[in-house]
Every structure is written in C-alpha cells, then in structure tokens.
C-alpha cells in the first residue's frame, strides 16, 4: 500500500505540476496522462560544438530529464526511434512581430496622448508585448517550419516602442505560450507613420530620447523626494517614464534599431551617456565600418536581407546604379561572418526578410561566406537565448531546460536537410508540406482492372484558387478529370473511361505520402482498381538547384564603400618641406613669394624664405605653385543624414547637428577638390531657434566623430525671414509664428523662460529641477558659452534680433546671408556682429530683391569681420572664386579677398587661434594650387588637413580609373549571375538554348 501511494503522489506530482501552472480552469475533464518521450538512436546536437553521436534524449511534461548515449529510457516513456535524424536546440527568433496587431490612430480624434502617457505620441514605453500578443497559428506555423520554437515579439511602431515578449509558437492560448515578459524597451529613430509633428528628422529623434531618458532620471528624484516630504508639491504622474526606470537603473535592456552601420556609432553615444544595458538590430552594412562597431562592444541582432543584384541590363540603368551599391549588393552575404571573425557577438533574425521561407538559403549564403555552422547554431540559439535572459530555460539541450527541438533530416544548414519535426514544450508538431500544394505536379505509375495486367497510368494535377484539375492518361490515351477533392492527406478523383474501352465513369480514391500516391477505385461494371504512382522527377528544374553555389564576394572594402574610397584612410606625415612657392599666409606676413614651410606633426612649425629642409621631410616642389591656408566655409549643410531641419516645433535648441554627421558624403571629396578644409554644419533655417551646429574637418570617409573640431565653442542656429513664419507653407500646419511680429515675441518668450530657468537651477530646496535640454542651450547662449550665427535677409529684422540680443545680454556672432547688411553696418559693428554672406545671389525670393554684388566689400570697409559661404554642396567646391568676386565687387585686395573664406571665417568661428592662416603653431591644413588661388584656371592639386594629405589631383586621375573598372567588373558579375538563370530556363523552354550575353544585352 505504501508503495502504491508513493507511486500515485509521484504520478500525480507530474500532473499537478502543470495543471498549478495554469490560471484558467479546464474545458471539460483533465488529462491526465503523462507527457513522457523518448527520442533515440538520434544524432543529438546538444549545443553548438557539442555532438553526441547516436544517443537519447527524454522529455517529461514538457521539460528535457535526461539526454546522453547511454541513459535509461523511463517505462512510462512512448518511445520514438529518431534513427537517421538529427535533434538540435530549437531555434530562436530575436526580432519578430509575431502576434502583435498594428496600433491604429483614431483619425477622427486629434486629441494628443492624455492622461498620464507621455505629451509625444512617439514615446509609449508603458505599452508591453504581453498585454498586446495574440496567438496567430498561421504565422507560427510558417516559423516552426524553419526550426524555430521560440520568438521575441515586438510592438510596431513609435521612439519608444514598448517592452516585447518571449513566445513558444506552440497553438497554445496567448498566456501560455508567453515565456517572458518585459524583456527589452524597443527603442527606434523614426517616428508613426501616423503621426506628424515633432520630431522630423533624425536629429529629433535622438533630442527626444535623450530629454525622455533624462526626464526618467528627474522623475525617479522628483516622486522619491515628494515621498520623503510631500510638503514639497506632487510632480506630474507619468507612467511612460515610470516604465523607463528600470531600463535608466540598468536592470532591463534596452534594443535600439539601427538603420545603417553609422547608426550603430550613434546608438553607443546614447549608450554611453545614460550607461545603458543594450543590445542593437543592426542594419546588415556592420562590414561598412566593422572595427567602429566592434569597438563599441555592443551585441548585434544581424539580419540576413542581403540586396537583390541591382538592375544594369541596360547602359542607363547602370549608370542610376552607384558603386556603393554594387559593393552593397557583392559584400552584404559576408557581414554575419565578418562580424563573427571580429569577435562580435551576433544573433540571426528573419526581420526585413520580403520572405520568411528565404531565410535558410540566405543562411547558406551568409555559411558559404565563412560563418561557421557551429557560429550560426549559436547566433540562432545560445546566443539569443543569454541576450534574453533565459539560458536556463532554452538555447541547448540538457537536463532541466524546456523540450524545445528541431528534428531534422540531414543537416540543418545544408540544402538537402529537412525539418521533420519540431517539439515546443514537450509536444511534437510535424512539419509536412501544405496539402493543398503536395499533389500538384506529374505521376507515373501503374494501374490495374480487376486483377488483369497492369498498363501505364500517368496523373497530372494542377492547383487553381485551391481547386484540383488535371488529366490521367491509360495506355497513352488521355481522359480529362471530371472532379477531384484532397482532405489532408487523402485524396478522390473521377475520369471517364469510354476511350480505353471501359464504357462510363472510373471513381479512385488513395492517399499521397511524399513522392508515392497509390490507392484503390471503382470502375463501371464494379470492376476493382488498383494503382500506383511516384512523383515525376523536375529533370531540369531539379538538376538546376542539385547543386547550390554561391559567389564569393570580390569587391575590396574602401572607407567610405563608395566612390573614391580609400583602403586606409590618410595618415599624418611627420615632417613636409614645402619649397619654393608663393605663399598667401592669411596672416601678419601677407604673400610670400619663393618661400618655404615645414608642418611637422600636423602644425605648422615654420613659414619663410630660405628655410633648411628637415631630415627625413617629405618634399613639396612648390615652384610655379601658390599655397593657401584650407579654405573655411561658415555656413554649409554637407556631410548631415536625414534631415537638415527639424521643423517640428518652432523653438529647437536641443537638437544637434553633431548626432547627424556623415564623412561618407561624396559632397566631402568635392569639396576637398575646391581646396576646403573646414566648415560650419549648421541646422536649416525653418526655425526662428533652430539647432546647435557643428564644425568639422573635410575628411571624406572619417567616422563622424573624427570629423568634428574639438576646439570650437559650441554655436547655434537661429534664422529670421520667410523661412521662419512660413505663412506662405501649408495653411493647414498651424505652428506659430505665423508673421515676423511673432518671431520676435518667440525669442523674448524663450530668453524669459530661460531666466526662469536658470534661477530655478540656483535655487535650493523644491523637487528637483527637470533638465531640459532646449532651455540648457538658451542659458548657455545668455551666459556667452554658445555663440549664435543667424541666418538674415532684411535690415529691419536684423535690427529687431541684435536689440532682444542685447536686451537679454549677450551678442549675435555671426549674420549668416545678410543680404542688406550693407543697410545696418554701422549698427552691427556697433554691436559686435560679423557678417557672413551670399556673393551675388539674389532675386531667388522677394525679400532678397535689395542684394547687391557689392554688399561683402561694403561691411568689409566698414570694419566688420566678412566672410563669404556657400549654403551649398555644389558652390562649397570653388569657394576660393566667390572670394575673387571681393575683388570684382568692390575692390577689396587679393589678400585681404582671400580672408574672405579663410581667416575670417575662423575668426568667426572663435577657432583663429588654430587654424584659418598659415602661422607658426597653427594646424597644418594647407591647399596647393597650379596657380593664383584666385583665378579662374586654377586648380587645387592638394589639400593636406593636419598634415595629412586628404586629396591629390593626381590619386584623383587613378582613382577615377579604378572606380570605372570595379563598377565594370561588378556590373559584369551581375549580368554573368543573371545570364546563368537565364541559360538554365533556355535550355527548358528553347529548342536553340540561345541566351543573351553581356554584350548582346547591353
């Protein structure tokens, strides 16, 4: 009796076990019966690198109990012989959204996140995966399919996305297929589709998680302080940023959602700055900047989406294909593997997949590349399984972790391997194709009428709209199916039989195993059939997959990948000797002719006549030539990604031109060409406070953070005029101001309120002071640590801006344009103000109709500091001609022209210390030039930046070279690539097999 209640409470133990599990209460009687398998004689595939090579492996109520060669087999256990397959961990998805539903806007309401959401609709972290998923059997089943058993689903849209959650794709109920909630904050940089406003470019997005993080930490000191004393006044609720607490404490993870390679860079920025745990979906261009992104040690999520060839089968379309592209299209396949080589820890994902059945064929690829199988078993199962914090619970088979097994036949990674089966918390789901398509196709076999001599029996099938059509043929002689039906596996057709010689209707019915369908049937006279039939072999269409191959890749990496890239970027020379030019100093010296200059170490050591070149220099002949200093551009908008402005609210300040920077602009290398060195980026004028700008070396395939000036102090956008009220835009945006009166009271507005500020910040006891990061940059504006440079057209409101200036106590640095600047000169010398202007462009609009050609040369004599700027990718690459135009315009001397784009744009900048003339201690940027810098036929043949040569006339000859063959050797591949399709479907369809060659198609 003891024995028999031991027994029972260990048989019922199991049971109880599961059914505590459960919340909802069962729909009719319990099951009881014991879940217990036994799968053996298997190869099991335990973990990556770890093989047993014919053993077992026993699952109890959902959970793995014991797996080796030789363990006991339980004798509760149903026992399946897995002999010839293979049992892997099942397989993880690490970026899906399975199950979740797309979180429509109600577009009947206008009204803007109540409550206590957060006052942007992009920003909903309180939103979580496990209240949003929903069991959704069709795409489960398209997963499990590929061997997947376990899913990190996501909420679609927004900044802030929401937590997901870990799903088993079982066709359990939604609560039980939940593994994890709360897993991760999903964190994008693109706003809902259907929302407008604030932000609209990149540079938003990043203000706005950075404000949302630091209002995270605010609110945490905010509610702690009004607990401890409540006297102390109650901050808003927020349970948008009261869901972020965890993510800013460094207990939950944060994925953020890359674009591209360079968005990784920035992603670790944001990284750094809040000291957050993270991981990233990256973009599959990592190989673009793979050392970068290694250094920032951030684990990846890779996709495998690698780009369709790009379309070239005609000269004109090739030509709309750019290099870059082509590299794209040959290098993409290897990044899983380079990154794996690196030392970067990846996971896989089907996510940008057009098609989720590709996905194992892209694998092959992304093997054929270098990756491992061993590194792509673990990317799909250890890997994701530690990002999510279940390793105890999944990624491997062992003892005590949940029965989630991938069944194959054959090798999971290879072509011909096939997944039987997969079980999802110790239950077994067959993977078989779908019935509706497995009949279709030709059968050859036998068939026999009561008992006499078998004769040839052929069945063609057809689907259409999920209907069976088709033909038998008896004896050569064909008969058209009447009717057909399938039920699973089953299958019923008719056919007359008159023309064989068995007057009336022959009925078969039969079931369809793979590649074999037999059966029975009736024939008129109550004759008895028996058939048999195989699957035809694809002759061609088979032989054309036998064997898959896949190109390696033979495009070289080049910083940036496009066009004139380089393998390495420049490298500084320690000593140069510049010998025998003029040179135009923009300093104290003025033009020098015959005279030398030594850089050594990126500075400028000496400048002068007769100077003894240093041992081991590199030698510039500068006979016939004239040196400059780099020239300096004030106002530019290259080398920025996704947007110029943020016009999403009128006041910006927080936005960073910095966060957006680019070095793969091909608008650098030209630049670079016309003899630029420096530039201000600065935000778009559509804001009467518009960004903080960033200024930056020309250093064409740099890392964004390497092209940044680390000396300038911080400048700022602001912008008056048309641009800013907008009131000729769309009527239907109704941001203020709308009219020039309103764009002064929006700067006395904001300087109050940074007052306001300030003074709270000085102020002790109270809650803690939120950090805002808009009104940070106003302060700093008043208290003269950033300096403002304004775009302007017409005197009266130039006027208007320099008296609020001065009535809040500080100056405006720079009038950027300033087309009637000639107007106000006395007024701005008066105040302190520079002047940055356009040449001759006028009459693009009507408040630009007072320009003049003479309006640089007029404040120029007035005494105030004027340089000239582009505004523009194409003129910032002659910007030594806009300075002759002083010249023609005014008279002002060829040196002192020059200083137009040089010295006195750095003294704008607050950066003449270092740069802008070419004077002992100062950076080494430097351009030569076949002639006067201020003619029309001469051409910079180099331009150094801290004694490093970023351009040469004569690399630039080799390189165009080299770009026209690597494009013609790609371009070449691509069409081989597509002529070999097009010979295999020949060789089915045309008697002759012609197909076009490369030539005949171009």
Known sequence: IFIVVILSLIFFSGIFEITNAQISPPLGLRENKPDVYALTNAKIITSPGKVIRKGSLVIRDGMIESVGAKINIPKDATILDMNGMTLYPGLIESYSNIGIPEIKKDKKSDKKNGGSKHWNENVTPELRGSELYTTDSKKLKEYRKLGFTTALSVPREGIFKGSSVLVNLGDNESAENILKSNVNQHVTFSKKKDVSGYPTSLMGSISLIRQTFYDVQWYKKA???YAKKPSLGKPDESESLASLSSVIDGKRQVMFEATDELMILRIDKIVKEFKLKSLILASGNEFKRLSAVKRTGIPLIVPLNFPEPPDVKSPEKALDVSLEK???????????????????????????????????????????????????LAALTTHPAEYFGISDKLGTLEKGKIANIVVTEGDLFSKDGVVKDVWIDGKRYAIEKDPESEPEGKWTGTIRFNEKDAVEFNLELKKSKKKLSGTATISGKELKLISSELNGFRIAFSFPTDSVGIVGITMMTGKIKNDEMNGVGMAPGSQAVEWNLTRGSEEEEDSEDDEEKFEAATAQITYPLGGFGRPQLPKQQKLIFIKNATIWTSGRQGIIENADMIVKNGKISKVGKNLKAPKNALIIDGTGKHVTPGLIDEHSHTAMVRGVNEGGQAVTSEVRIGDVLTGD??????????????????????????????????RYGALPEDLKYSKDPPTIK?????????????????????TRMGVEQIY????????????????????????????????????????????????????????????????????????????????????GASASTFTDWWMYKFEVYDAIPYNGALMHDVGIVTSFNSDSDELA????????????????SEVEALKFVTINPAIQLKIDKWTGSLEPGKDGDFVVWNGSPLSTLSKAEQTWIDGAKWFDIEDDAKLRVEVRKEREKLIQKILSSSSDKKDKKKDKNDKNGHSLNAEEEF
Not at 720 to 729: A, P, R
């Open 718 to 738: 602001f912008a008056l005029g048309e641009n800013v009220k907008q009131s000729n835009w769309n009527p239907s945006v109704l941001r203020y101001p709308r």
């Open 665 to 698: 602009d091909i608008g650098l290398y030209r630049e670079l060409a016309g003899g630029l060195t420096m530039s201000q980026e600065l935000h778009g004028s559509a804001n009467p406070i518009g960004g903080q700008a960033a200024v930056i070396k020309i």
């Open 748 to 831: 006395r507005d904001e300087f109050r309120a940074g007052l306001v500020y300030k003074a709270a910040l000085r102020k002790k006891g109270g809650l803690p002071v939120r950090k805002d990061l808009e009104l940070d940059a106003i302060v700093d504006i008043m208290d003269g640590r950033m300096f403002v440079h304004c775009h302007s057209y017409r005197q009266d409101e130039i006027l208007m801006l320099m008296r609020v200036a001065e009535d809040f106590g500080f100056r405006i640095q720079t009038f950027t344009h300033i087309l009637e600047g000639y107007k106000v000169a006395d007024e701005m010398k008066k105040h």
């Open 877 to 892: 690459r002659r910007m030594n001609l806009e300075a002759a135009k002083a010249v023609a315009y005014g008279g002002v």
């Open 326 to 376: 082509l590299k794209e299209w040959d290098l993409a396949p290897s990044n899983p593997a380079m990154l794996n080589k690196a030392g970067v820890k990846i996971a896989l994902t089907t996510n940008g997949l057009k098609k989720l059945e590709d996905f194992p064929k892209q694998l092959r690829k992304a093997i054929s590349r270098g990756l491992s199988k061993e590194s792509a």
């Open 223 to 225: 509610v702690s302080a």
